[in-house]
């Protein structure tokens, strides 16, 4: 029984005999002698067959391969310079396990729309496989940052009762009888945790009914949400810029053969460290004014405005104290300047705007009921969330990040499509 | 300004002078002196006031302060026996920040419901938080053993177009004129994605619209989900048997206050090494009659059976090769006997039942598309799933581990409700 290796790690079997199983990437005929590209998830090899050296059966079995055909191959791994990969494969079996019918996707420019369609046979493309090991990369380094900084996660519920901004955009189920929406954050709930572990995150999908098709958005994206107690929004925004940095570092450590293929200029990246630059709302207007902008103060920032303030600066750049009326019903209001509120956007250099949003919570009760019923929200089903306001209320603050959006900045992607698996879009829920 | 302190660590800054930024847990009244017991989410520390060493308005904050009122106290901590933890704070300083209301929970026996209607204030309590920390710790244990053996997380969509399962019990919502529902698991992605990636795991909450009110169910959960190409039954069980053993070996190791504050006797769960024993379906259905059992060869396990199966074993039992009408439509069938299929449960000591199920699946499309017949499923919604049979099919196995079931199992809980932060089960929804 030949020992079954896997292609990232061939390095380590050297003049060995190995099993390679995976998939016919690519194939060139050059007569007595087959150059087969084997993929197998981690990596590709060239696997190459001699009419010579191999069964008549063996040889006619590369010869028929497909494209995509499920394939087992056996051989010595020799070093070879000529080879992707400085390694290849002397092919000594092989078997197809399942021929594949001719495959959609070719080397031909292929529509979005038709690589939508096949979603499911798109994500078998080198450049496919780079974005999700980068999206999970950046996902294990929220988790270790938040686990190695006294974060406990919290599992915040996807069904709930309210409707905390608002039912316009929120999808509705059925609840035996009673109607219930999917999340757009775990926030709230992050609350009532942080009462009993201090700082905690949930980290879960998130739903939005949006009937907007920008490249910036998807209908069902994955958000992390830290939230800390006996924390403002200095706090907030001390933590949003070290895990930042955190994540941009990790990728760049861990998946930089991804970004290579990606063809990513690591540049702006590589400067993506702690502090990064703060203003506040006021400051990006006046920049967005002598920049010639026709901005209102009091609107919130569109996406060419976001921008224009990012291009002022090499890192990502931390907006504070927007207008209250700009943000949810919860944000502190400055104390100083009570039309503002504490909070915080995060934007992403390169035009890939906002990344975080987030801030200081309304601590006090009486205030919290005025803004709930300002909003015109159901103060009933709020109970609970202004019961953490009468037992033992703190200044706490926190932040969600969006990973699709943080992903395409880091890919360096046209469109936050390419970020996840199976992306949800407007009129786009197949495959 | 002095230095903030957690009480986890607080070993560490004996002799120091810190601040702990929490909430009043508890408090003892003894005249001149007065024991505040303080939590601030990592620990519970003992801060002693005594009048004549601090200002008259302090000694009177303290005497006035309630139960979760969030305070701030600092002084010098200093070891002592008698104090729960081994040390104790004598107060210089102490700041109500928050004075709270009377609060609802009360050492007195409250009922379920009544905790259940206040369960964002029901977390703060010690037996509570102790569930939370080991839930976290066990969701990292299962991204860390993923993502230290070669596979690669995929986040597969909630919101799916195709009834997997029948519609019966599921959660359904208006997408944009289509109707979409809420996934119950993230298998058929997960399978797409092993063509790309090779070993590849979802992870993420799921969800089951069932009018079913037990101990052991919630309508929404969280469900861990590996998927491998190029692996069979004996794969799929091997890899069950080393992930469930390093779950439980990691919350051994890293969350053993918490155990114990639980009361869990943790000798069952130190026996969990692999390998687990292993049964056939057909004999386990001899030991149940054996033990007078009666059970009909072709039916599922009820949870009766599922305890009566475990009692017979000290470590979890790999339950295979089920009959193929109580398993999904995707089963692979035993070549041997195809009325079975090679399925696995994996079934939890101490009468917890499976937390496991999975197995190898159909790698053929002519034989799936006729299961999906047999179904009655929209054979067009499973078009895309079909094509991963046309395109490089190959054996392929897994399994999903539902995390409340491995939480109640490992912290020995009478119920599942207590795992998750905010339950939702049947007509329960709030908070």
Not at 63 to 79: D, F, P
Not at 284 to 290: N, P, R, T
Not at 364 to 391: C, T, V
Not at 397 to 415: K, N, Q
Request: proline share 6%; hydrophobic share 40%; glycine share 6%.
């Amino acid at each position: 029984m030949v020992e079954r290796a896997c292609v990232e790690s061939i390095a380590q079997h050297e003049g060995q005999q190995v099993t390679i199983k995976g998939w016919l990437y690519n194939k060139t005929d050059k007569g007595k002698l087959q150059f087969l590209l084997v993929r197998d998830g981690t990596g590709i090899i060239q696997a190459v067959v001699l009419e010579d050296d191999v069964p008549a059966q063996t040889f006619e079995a590369a010869q028929m391969a497909t494209q995509e055909s499920s394939i087992i191959v056996s051989g010595t791994v020799r070093a070879d310079e000529r080879a992707p990969g400085g390694y290849e494969l002397a092919v000594t079996e092989l078997e197809v396990v399942q021929l594949a019918e001719p495959y959609p996707i070719t080397p031909k420019e292929h529509g979005v729309s038709f690589l939508m369609d096949h979603r499911h046979l798109w994500l078998r493309s080198p450049r496919q496989q780079a974005i999700l090991k980068i999206r999970a990369e950046v996902i294990r380094a929220c988790r270790d940052y938040f686990d190695s900084n006294g974060f406990t996660l919290v599992d915040t519920p996807i069904l709930t009762p309210a409707a905390c901004e608002g039912t316009s955009t929120l999808f509705e189920t059925d609840y035996f009888g009673e109607s219930a929406y999917l999340a757009q954050s775990g926030q709230l709930y992050s609350e009532a945790s942080i009462a009993a572990l201090g700082k905690v995150y949930c980290f879960g999908p998130t739903f939005r009914a949006e009937k907007s098709k920008t490249r910036r958005h998807l209908l069902e994206f994955w958000m992390v949400e830290p939230e800390m107690a006996y924390a403002d929004l200095d706090d907030c925004m001390h933590l949003a810029e070290e895990f930042v940095a955190y994540i941009v570092q990790s990728v760049l450590k861990n998946r930089k053969a991804q970004l290579e293929l990606l063809g990513r200029d690591t540049t702006p990246l590589e400067r993506v460290e702690p502090p990064f630059p703060r203003m506040t709302y006021d400051e990006a207007v006046e920049i967005l004014h002598s920049k010639g902008l026709d901005f209102q103060w009091g609107d919130d920032f569109g996406a060419p405005d976001e921008t224009a303030l990012a291009e002022e600066f090499e890192r990502p750049v931390l907006v504070n104290r927007y207008p209250t009326q700009v943000k949810a019903f919860y944000m502190e209001p400055d104390p100083e300047r009570p039309e503002l509120s504490l909070s915080v956007d995060c934007l992403a250099p390169e035009g890939y705007g906002e990344i975080i949003g987030g801030g200081q919570r309304i601590a006090d009760r009486d205030l919290l009921l005025q803004r709930i019923e300002e909003h015109d929200l159901p103060a009933q089903a709020f109970q609970w969330y202004l019961d953490l306001r009468r037992y033992g209320s703190t200044p706490h603050s926190g932040f969600g990040l969006g990973i699709e959006r943080t992903v395409a900045w880091i890919c360096g992607l046209e469109h936050i499509r390419e970020t996840i698996p199976f992306p949800r879009m407007l009129y786009r829920i197949y495959p």
